[in-house]
């Protein structure tokens, strides 16, 4: 009988169990290990920093409107993991299909060349055998390409899961700095408002200009620019928040672009217009609260100081021209900047509005609708000149009659510029009801020479009643939550020779509406109110008779920021 016929079926086997083995034992022994190592080796090093002044391609510059680089968390990181998966699947691919495959199996083994060095076999089994070992080295690679890509599968899922939670971390840190600045500023009842002309409107959250180079954020807050500091673009690090220091920035609004002061967005604001007619003493008026709030600083716990250089500007000029003319110029222009103060009284402060207006402007419904400031108002100072009033000029006698001319009266009784400007209060803020109102009768020095009319006295709104203006008293007190009267000489408190009583008479109707929005002054005044009319009643009792006004005492008129 012949030789054996050689089994090609037998043969295949052996070669396959061969190869499945080689594979195998090369995959788990050394291809797959290596397949890891530079796949995790180059996903780090597409974290790793670049070398300072190289471009680094990962980074794409931000060309949004705010001047400040988004923080890693909200785009950066995702890009770098991106980055990271990308180098780490193109490892295993050029591993894969350009050095195995091809250069190993295709280019080396299959011609009888050692695998790792590319040296040609000395003798011809050796280069059979190498090429016995290219199936199973091709094996190798494939399972140790697919198993590697299923492990760098498992640590891509766990690190998104942990770049997810660093994303909510850093998201909860930013809506907690934002809920804890918004909860602070309700409790302190902080509403942000544009102090300027043409604009009064509200925002919330002022625009903060870098002090390196002067760029305007407008989203310095915790958010995707960074949960605790913004990186503007030159570099410099700025507070998101007021507690970390945001209130040392230069601040403007967002609307007019104008400057607002530091107290600005960490204050309480009090808005108080000055409501009158032409010529009824309201810029007298507001000269006469200054300085009274000034003299109370002097005597109590009260500090009073400008909100801004132009507010102590506008009140040093104020100050010049009573002393030059003994009068204030008529208020000039359409809207009223308003004059800032902060006033303080132990650890509670507030950022003060006063707006002085022309009294042109709240004489009819269209020109009082203008005044966009009125919407914010938290009280109203009704600055009341009684000799405009006909039915007080129809009772004087001929002699008070030119006394009251040289007074310069108001164009418009109280009645009338109260009617004037009332409806359009409510429409503008809505809430007139809930507003107090402190009515200033002006010119109690010309009102104290008049023999035709009672002298002013306390309880204010009874002498007002018994001249012929109990309508208006009604009125305030059926229109506002509270109304307070007070009779006052501007002329008296201000200038070089000023009452110091009557300075701190002025002040009275502003601390009282302070003392409405929880700032505790009200004390204050309540004091020099029952001290007053202690002192008036050994007059009344004597029969009101007229007595000349105590001594001035000395005054300087020049104010600084910290009266």
Partial sequence: MGADVVDPVLIARVLGTLTGVIGVAVCLGYGLWRFLALALSAAWAAFRTRPPG???????????????????????????????????????????TRHWLNEVVRRRLLR????????LADNGFGRLLLRVLAPGTALAAVLSALLSSVLLAGVALFFAVQLALVLLAALAGALAGRAAERLWKLVLGIRMKCPYPECYRPFPLAVHLCPACG?????????????????????KALPTTLMAGRRRLAARCPHCDRSL?????????????????????KTMLLAAMLDGLRSWSHES????????????????????????????????????????LLVGYGRRRRLLYLYDPMGESLRDADTTRGQGYLAHADGVLLVTDVLAAPVVRRALHAGDAERARQARPADLGPVETYAGFTGELQGLGGRRGRLPVAAVVTKRDALDRLDSLPRPTEPVEEWLSGIGLDELVRTLGHDFAAARYWVVSARAATGAGALDSERRRAAEPVLWLL????????????EHREEREAQD???AAAGGTRTAPPAPSAHHDERSNTP
């Fill in 54 to 96: 190289g471009s680094d391609p990962r980074i794409t510059p931000y060309a949004g409107p705010e001047p400040a680089r988004p923080a890693y968390w909200a785009g950066q990181m995702w890009l770098d993991a991106r980055f990271a998966g990308q180098a780490a699947a193109l490892t295993v691919w050029y591993l894969l």
């Fill in 112 to 119: 009888g060349r050692n695998g790792q060095t590319g040296e």
């Fill in 215 to 235: 760029a305007a954020h407008r989203e310095l807050r915790p958010g995707a620019f960074g949960a605790l500091r913004h990186v503007c673009r030159c570099g």
């Fill in 261 to 281: 002061p530091p107290a600005v967005g960490t204050t309480r604001v009090v808005h108080l217009p000055l409501i009158g007619g032409t010529s009824a003493g």
């Fill in 301 to 340: 716990r009260l500090t009073v100081e400008y909100a801004s250089p132009d507010d102590l500007r506008e009140a040093n000029t104020l100050g010049l021209q009573l002393n030059s003319t003994g009068w204030t110029l008529k208020t000039q222009g359409g809207q009223p900047r308003a004059l800032m």
């Fill in 515 to 526: 003392s409405r929005t929880g700032l505790r002054v009200g004390r204050l005044a309540r």
């Fill in 537 to 539: 009643r050994p007059a």
